[in-house]
């Protein structure tokens, strides 16, 4: 089992960054690949950016590349979504979850957190 909790979630102007955390339970955190997924109201949750367990493979939906940055601690237990220079379509609820064996880009996680909302005005 594992507890995934995220934080850094808030109001931000256009332009402005944020930094989201992702902190999780259990001893096995390095096995896991990490996501993030947002949820804007009125709209399906969608991919954001993924990790691999080891933290070289980093994968990022469109929208966010050249923007958000993915990074993870195993001797923290935690994973981080940078997100700079954002914008009001990237307010939405942002999610983390984790999963073993399947591919990066998908849904097919196991775990969620209960989300961090995420506001941009402009």
């Known amino acids: 089992q594992v507890q995934l909790v995220e934080s850094g979630g808030g109001l931000v102007q256009a332009g402005g960054s944020l930094r989201l955390s992702c902190a999780a339970s259990?001893?096995?955190?390095?096995?896991?690949?990490m996501g993030w997924f947002r949820q804007a109201p009125g709209k399906e949750r969608e991919f954001v950016s993924a990790?691999?367990?080891?933290?070289?493979?980093?994968y990022y939906a469109d929208s966010a590349k050249g923007r958000f940055t993915i990074s993870r601690d195993n001797a923290k237990n935690i994973v981080y979504l940078q997100m700079n220079s954002l914008k009001p379509e990237d307010t939405a609820v942002y999610y983390c979850a984790a999963q073993i064996g399947r591919p990066p880009v998908s849904y097919d996680y196991d775990y969620w957190g209960q989300g961090t909302q995420v506001t941009v005005s402009s």
């Open positions: 259990g001893r096995t955190f390095s096995r896991y690949v």
């Open positions: 990790i691999s367990w080891s933290g070289y493979s980093l």
